[in-house]
Nanobody, 121 residues
């Protein structure tokens, strides 16, 4: 499975972005998926996760109410809608997939290359 994240860019505080993660190589419709981010000088952290069906979702407290995760299994694609962005959201965002389970804990098996989000004040 190869994951390709895109949609990052530079935006002013209060702005919005939509990240996309397209999977190739095989269908990921049965896989849990998630978005992670790593800010300069900080450890990677999970931002959001979604179950294979899309029914179950998880959000880190720092993004709850501002970000929305979704997926389109027919397109083998996952999205992250980011609203009310702040400079603290500046990071490289990675998408990931896992063959079993879903959520904020446990191992993710496949990783995308990352897309940079920069939020200026």
């Amino acid at each position: 499975v190869q994951l390709q994240a895109s949609g990052g860019g530079s935006v002013q505080a209060g702005g919005s972005l939509r990240l996309s993660c397209v999977a190739s190589g095989r269908t990921v419709s049965s896989y849990g998926m998630g978005w992670f981010r790593q800010a300069p000088g900080k450890e990677r952290e999970i931002v959001s996760a979604i179950s294979w069906s899309g029914v179950n979702t998880y959000y880190a407290d720092s993004v709850k109410g501002r970000f929305a995760i979704s997926r389109d299994n027919a397109k083998n694609t996952m999205y992250l809608f980011m609203n009310s962005l702040t400079p603290e959201d500046t990071a490289v965002y990675y998408c990931a997939a896992r063959r079993t389970g879903w959520g904020h804990s446990g191992q993710y098996d496949y990783w995308g290359q990352g897309t940079l989000v920069t939020v200026s004040s």
